[in-house]
């Protein structure tokens, strides 16, 4: 994949595969455009705003930067421009592509749109949907997993620690499985290549909070201890 930046209007940039997307538009970021075309399938909740869309074919994944926390409340979706090349959505496509290029099941990266503002921006991503896939989340809501299916999502969260991967928000709902049962990793924001090894660590212990957490949420949710002992089995073994 060949990655292109073009300035595509005052103040405005996009970076995008252009096999994918040739001739790269502002509209092409705008889920009123869509709308427009009948073309949004559907949305996902969460901090930023995340729809689906269907230009021909394929189904695209078109994902708003939004803040969380407090800050959010103040700037909801403006950042500090400190260069392009910083920018969360470029960094995120960036690594995308390179995570791609190592072989690991991270979506595949299309194209990221800045829109600079004074000393702010905006920024939305877009990448290909994984197919017949579903968040982790949603799939123990459903029915419990096997002592495979947890060594599996062990050994791929090892894959991305080896190659120094950190994934800042690892959590039950950055985790896709799709029909195979493959697992993949989503949503990179803030996330990239780190040296040594105690965050790994801490990695995996934010993920079992997050099923702590949501266990306790729910009156069926299809997850216990004796599940991730079989995911650090998984992940030992790698």
């Known amino acids: 994949m060949t990655i292109k930046h073009q300035q595509i ?33 559907g949305s996902a909740q969460g901090r930023g705003t995340t729809v689906f869309i ?11 930067f939004r803040r969380g926390g407090m800050i959010g409340k103040l700037l909801a979706d403006q950042y500090f421009f400190t260069g392009l090349s910083r920018t969360r959505a470029f960094a995120e496509l960036r690594l995308l592509k ?13 194209a ?29 809501c459903q029915r419990p997993l096997s002592a495979q299916e947890w060594e599996h999502i062990g050994a791929t969260i090892a894959r ?51 099923l702590v957490k949501e266990r306790g949420k729910h009156t069926h949710f299809y997850w216990n201890e004796d599940n991730w002992q079989s995911l650090l089995r998984g992940y030992n073994q790698t």
């Open 160 to 210: 991305f620690h080896v190659a120094q991967i950190y994934h800042h928000d690892l959590n039950v709902r950055n985790i896709m499985l799709d029909d195979k049962h493959q697992a993949w990793l989503i949503d990179f924001d803030r996330c990239g290549k780190r040296s040594g090894s105690q965050w790994k660590q801490d990695n995996l212990a934010r993920l079992q909070r997050s």
């Open 112 to 140: 990221a749109y800045i829109s600079k503002c004074g000393i702010f921006y905006r920024a939305d991503l877009v990448t290909r949907l994984i197919p017949n896939s579903e968040d982790l989340h949603s799939v123990l």
């Open 54 to 64: 269907k230009p021909l074919n394929d189904i695209w994944v078109l994902r708003h």
């Open 9 to 41: 209007g005052h103040r405005q940039y996009v970076l995008f595969d252009h096999q994918i997307m040739p001739r790269p538009e502002k509209a092409f970021f705008s889920v009123r455009h869509w709308q427009q075309q009948n073309k949004v399938i």
């Open 98 to 110: 390179s995570m791609r290029a190592m072989g690991l099941p991270v979506p595949t990266p299309i």
